[in-house]
């Protein structure tokens, strides 16, 4: 698919900042087992307590991802995208860049998980002002007939930050050691964050402004009780890939660490896998979406998804299948996430009108995300700690499944062929 100049800067520029912020998110919840002994090992608690405490800390920040949704999408839904994912940008690189610089808890006491826990706040805070404003500039952009392609790259860079955090996370042992990596080398990864945001500035501040919000009126605005209405839809439709994303990509090494003692450099391998799945799906979905429509391809995902999450872990739990066949179960996993994050951009978008689409679909991601991505790691830990059963992380997805399949079900076979963009951007 040939693409111009212009429109190479508009994809990339527009998703480099979903690719710091998932690489952060992702090298958090690799190293959750690091965290935990540096920062959440509190006297007299057992390792899945530091655990399950390191991952309160991971999902307090999908809370705050709403408020940021609110605050900078209403910004950019009057002052224009550009400004504010360039603010969004410097301010959610300074918090990961921080993270890097706590001292732990045997050095500061109990300030040491408080400063983590406040920094996770403000990352989720500038993170919910991030996707709104990157899906609205690069689907408003689309050419006719392109948005699922265009916002699909957007969840690509999920992919490729996903990747990049596990590639860092395991490579740096290799490297440095594991006993240097306990002790400072967890730094390295959130340190890295201020290069990667400084060469996504520079390609930001280069954008042109969305002519699709140029050219829009007021008159386009939708009510607020509409508004609401389509968030509360958009949640639904997400919720299942919010909770199979982070339950295959992320938590998936520290699931297989902790309930089936995988070892730690296996369990990062299979991660990777997960997500090679997740990435080789998602511009093909995007794809397809545009000639048969979001509801089809996302209906046939979580339908799969649905049916498959019991076989598929209870594949990785029995002990007589090698690293091949689990590798091949966490792929086929990974990749019917991506079948819905290539539509799943396009059919957000195409939800809410130009005047409020930067806030009601930030909206509505940062809070399916803050439910069901935010909490999946505390939600199967706690259980399985509570319950002794390892088939949680099953059960939680067909939950999901099941609700957006519902959900789904009410999206407009044509909506894929909605207006697009008013004019393309110049060269």
Same mark, same amino acid.
């Given at each position: 698919?040939?693409?111009?100049?212009?429109?190479?800067?508009?994809?990339?520029?527009?998703?480099?900042?979903?690719?710091?912020?998932?690489?952060?998110?992702?090298?958090?919840?690799?190293?959750?087992?690091?965290?935990?002994?540096?920062?959440?090992?509190?006297?007299?608690?057992?390792?899945?307590?530091?655990?399950?405490?390191?991952?309160?800390?991971?999902?307090?920040?999908?809370?705050?991802?709403?408020?940021?949704?609110?605050?900078?999408?209403?910004?950019?839904?009057?002052?224009?995208?550009?400004?504010?994912?360039?603010?969004?940008?410097?301010?959610?690189?300074?918090?990961?860049?921080?993270?890097?610089?706590?001292?732990?808890?045997?050095?500061?006491?109990?300030?040491?998980?408080?400063?983590?826990?406040?920094?996770?706040?403000?990352?989720?805070?500038?993170?919910?002002?991030?996707?709104?404003?990157?899906?609205?500039?690069?689907?408003?952009?689309?050419?006719?007939?392109?948005?699922?392609?265009?916002?699909?790259?957007?969840?690509?860079?999920?992919?490729?930050?996903?990747?990049?955090?596990?590639?860092?996370?395991?490579?740096?042992?290799?490297?440095?050691?594991?006993?240097?990596?306990?002790?400072?080398?967890?730094?390295? #990864?959130?340190?890295?964050?201020?290069?990667?945001?400084?060469?996504?500035?520079?390609?930001?501040?280069?954008?042109?402004?969305? #002519?699709?919000?140029?050219?829009?009126?007021?008159?386009?605005?939708?009510?607020?009780?509409?508004?609401?209405?389509?968030?509360?839809?958009?949640?639904?439709?997400?919720?299942?890939?919010?909770?199979?994303?982070?339950?295959?990509?992320?938590?998936? #090494?520290?699931?297989?660490?902790?309930?089936?003692?995988?070892?730690?450099?296996?369990?990062?391998?299979?991660?990777?896998?997960?997500?090679?799945?997740?990435?080789?799906?998602?511009?093909?979905?995007?794809?397809?979406?545009?000639?048969?429509?979001?509801?089809?391809?996302?209906?046939?995902?979580?339908?799969?998804?649905?049916?498959?999450?019991?076989?598929?872990?209870?594949?990785?739990?029995?002990?007589?299948?090698?690293?091949?066949?689990?590798?091949?179960?966490?792929?086929?996993?990974?990749?019917?996430?991506?079948?819905?994050?290539?539509?799943?951009?396009?059919?957000?978008?195409?939800?809410?009108?130009?005047?409020?689409?930067?806030?009601?679909?930030?909206?509505?991601?940062?809070?399916?995300?803050?439910?069901?991505?935010?909490?999946?790691?505390?939600?199967?830990?706690?259980?399985?700690?509570?319950?002794?059963?390892?088939?949680?992380?099953?059960?939680?997805?067909?939950?999901?499944?099941?609700?957006?399949?519902?959900?789904?079900?009410?999206?407009?076979?044509?909506?894929?062929?909605?207006?697009?963009?008013?004019?393309? #951007?110049?060269?």
């Amino acid at each position: 698919m040939s693409l111009s100049a212009a429109h190479k800067r508009v994809l990339i520029a527009g998703s480099v900042g979903n690719f710091i912020e998932w690489y952060e998110f992702a090298v958090y919840g690799f190293m959750a087992t690091l965290m935990a002994k540096n920062f959440f090992q509190l006297e007299g608690e057992s390792a899945l307590t530091s655990l399950i405490l390191t991952y309160a800390a991971f999902a307090v920040a999908f809370f705050f991802r709403p408020l940021g949704a609110v605050v900078f999408g209403r910004l950019g839904d009057r002052y224009g995208r550009k400004p504010v994912l360039i603010a969004v940008l410097i301010l959610m690189t300074l918090a990961t860049a921080a993270i890097g610089l706590v001292p732990v808890y045997a050095s500061i006491g109990v300030a040491a998980p408080l400063l983590i826990t406040a920094l996770r706040i403000l990352q989720g805070l500038f993170a919910g002002g991030e996707y709104g404003g990157a899906v609205s500039l690069m689907t408003e952009f689309a050419p006719p007939g392109k948005r699922g392609f265009y916002g699909a790259w957007q969840s690509l860079t999920v992919a490729f930050g996903l990747l990049a955090g596990v590639a860092v996370v395991a490579v740096l042992p290799l490297l440095i050691g594991d006993a240097a990596m306990i002790d400072w080398g967890w730094r390295i #990864p959130f340190l890295l964050a201020l290069p990667l945001g400084a060469i996504a500035l520079w390609l930001r501040s280069g954008l042109e402004e969305s #002519p699709q919000f140029e050219q829009a009126t007021n008159a386009e605005s939708a009510s607020v009780s509409a508004t609401v209405r389509a968030i509360v839809l958009g949640i639904g439709r997400l919720m299942v890939w919010s909770a199979a994303g982070y339950t295959y990509l992320v938590i998936m #090494p520290t699931y297989l660490q902790a309930a089936l003692h995988t070892g730690f450099n296996q369990a990062l391998l299979i991660a990777v896998i997960s997500n090679l799945g997740f990435a080789a799906t998602i511009l093909p979905a995007g794809i397809l979406s545009d000639r048969v429509g979001r509801r089809t391809v996302m209906l046939l995902a979580t339908f799969l998804l649905l049916v498959l999450a019991f076989p598929l872990l209870k594949v990785l739990q029995d002990p007589l299948n090698g690293l091949l066949i689990k590798a091949a179960v966490v792929f086929v996993a990974g990749a019917l996430v991506g079948m819905l994050a290539g539509p799943g951009p396009a059919m957000l978008a195409e939800m809410f009108p130009t005047r409020v689409r930067y806030t009601g679909l930030g909206l509505a991601y940062s809070l399916s995300n803050a439910l069901f991505s935010g909490c999946a790691g505390l939600i199967i830990t706690g259980l399985m700690k509570q319950t002794g059963n390892a088939d949680i992380p099953a059960w939680y997805v067909m939950g999901t499944a099941l609700v957006s399949f519902v959900a789904l079900w009410t999206l407009n076979k044509d909506d894929h062929k909605k207006k697009a963009a008013i004019r393309p #951007p110049h060269p």
